[in-house]
């Protein structure tokens, strides 16, 4: 299986780091706060900017309540940083396109604070560009976000390849028009028939550049 490119678009959480622990303390305590069941907070918030998925579970709160309690629950989750990390792959291939020139960027749903404070701790290389939460009208599952980040690399959507792991991340690079690449099979995956590649992480591709094209290549995929 080859995929042709000239540009990477990477989501942040579950993609290149693993914060899976550090979320679910934090929305955990939010379920509980307003009385919800833990894993429907938990099955929606994956990949979703966090004050959607506030106004998805406080349909009735003021702006002002919302705020307050994006300004609560992000404070939780950039402060808590325990046992975050990167995930296998994910340094060494972002190593690799910038040995190669290759122009890249960090597509997250977090905002600034968040998305430093957990890139930071996993010790990834700096991106040249970030799109986060405060970077677009709208979040994923729009497809702005990979939009812009498109726009940002200076390439169409579609020499563009999008590495996700999340519902509302795969649905945004798909309809931004940019090839997707799941990381990490799931029995819920939205649109498995459109996913150009699923991968079990990042260590099963390979990148080869011949001017300003890339390919990437990998034995261990789902899609052909």
Not at 9 to 24: C, R
Not at 155 to 173: T, W
Request: aromatic share 6%.
């Amino acid at each position: 299986m080859v995929l042709n490119c000239k540009g990477f678009l990477f989501d942040l959480d579950g993609t290149l780091i693993d914060s899976l622990p550090a979320v679910e303390r934090a929305w955990s305590l939010f379920a509980d706060k307003m009385g919800i069941d833990r894993n429907e907070v938990l099955n929606y918030v994956h990949g979703t900017p966090a004050i959607l998925s506030l106004r998805h579970f406080m349909p009735d709160a003021s702006e002002d309540e919302i705020i307050s309690t994006f300004k609560w629950i992000e404070k939780l989750e950039t402060e808590d940083t325990e046992g975050i990390t990167a995930l296998p792959g994910a340094v060494a291939l972002i190593d690799k396109l910038n040995a190669l020139d290759i122009p890249w960027a960090i597509v997250t749903s977090g905002t600034v604070p968040l998305a430093s404070a957990r890139h930071k701790v996993a010790e990834l290389p700096e991106p040249a560009h970030w799109i986060t939460a405060e970077s677009v009208k709208q979040g994923k599952p729009n497809p702005e976000p990979y939009l812009l980040g498109a726009k940002i690399l200076g390439l169409l959507p579609e020499d563009c390849v999008v590495f996700e792991d999340a519902a509302a991340g795969i649905h945004a690079g798909l309809d931004a028009g940019c090839q997707v690449v799941v990381v990490h099979n799931s029995p819920d995956m939205p649109r498995r028939d459109e996913i150009h590649l699923v991968i079990d992480n990042l260590e099963d591709i390979e990148i080869v550049k011949s001017g300003g094209d890339v390919s990437i290549y990998t034995t261990n995929q789902e899609n052909d």
